[in-house]
């Protein structure tokens, strides 16, 4: 997708260890933001940045924590991965929250946690 | 926080048909209302929205309408298409970074 991009694509990663994923973003956008996606579920907000070290936490932010030291980066970090974090995660960008021009979504990291 | 409800949760439609997915919502302080599209495999994309000051918006086969006496808007995919066939997202805005997307509803198209 145009101007924003996840990494790694696809992660397996063993219980208990930390796993980091990175969104960068080239359209300068003040607002970044990380969704996890679950069947039955939809797109439920982890963690969403407003600025360079401003961050605020969503509605499932129980096991991660986020970091933001440039405006270009995002990244989402499982502490110590549970199995009920395995899930698709979601990087997110947007003009002034999403009230101009909506959000605009990378392709996603689909992550498995063994 | 059940502030946006999405109907209905799945559908199923003939080629040639129209699809009809509402989202009704609480919050009177919306402002903005997009309807997303995810195609499997893919992040959402925006497909249209519409401002309050409006009833109808239309972008070729997709038009969305909205009732704001009823606080309802509804996507209306005319002349569906095999290559329609997604998981649309409403998520009107307002100054509540926090509001979650929701499930979203599934179209099928069949040839």
């Known amino acids: 997708d145009a101007g924003i991009t996840q990494s790694p694509r696809h992660k397996v990663t063993e219980t208990g260890t930390p796993v980091t994923l990175r969104c960068h973003q080239t359209e300068n956008h003040r607002y970044m933001y990380w969704y996890r996606q679950d069947p039955g579920h939809g797109l439920r907000l982890i963690h969403y940045?407003?600025?360079?070290?401003?961050?605020d936490k969503g509605e499932v932010s129980d096991g991660y924590s986020v970091s933001r030291s440039k405006t270009e980066d995002f990244l989402l970090t499982l502490e110590s991965a549970t199995s009920s974090q395995t899930s698709v995660y979601f990087c997110?960008?947007?003009?002034?929250?999403?009230?101009?021009?909506?959000?605009?979504f990378g392709s996603g990291t689909r992550l498995t946690v063994v | 926080q059940q502030q946006v409800k999405q109907s209905p949760q799945s559908l199923i439609v003939q080629k040639g048909g129209i699809s009809i997915i509402n989202c009704a919502y609480e919050n009177t302080a919306f402002d903005y209302f997009p309807w997303y599209q995810q195609f499997p495999g893919k992040g959402p994309a925006l497909l249209i929205a519409?401002?309050?000051?409006?009833s109808e918006k239309k972008e070729g086969r997709f038009t969305i309408s909205f009732n704001k006496s009823a606080k309802q808007f509804s996507l209306h995919i005319m002349d569906s298409q095999p290559g329609d066939s997604a998981t649309y997202f409403c998520r009107p805005w307002a100054n509540d970074y926090k509001l979650s997307f929701g499930a979203g509803t599934t179209v099928t198209v069949r040839a």
């Open positions: 519409i401002r309050p000051d409006v």
């Open positions: 997110a960008i947007s003009e002034e929250g999403g009230a101009i021009g909506g959000y605009t």
């Open positions: 940045s407003y600025g360079v070290k401003d961050t």
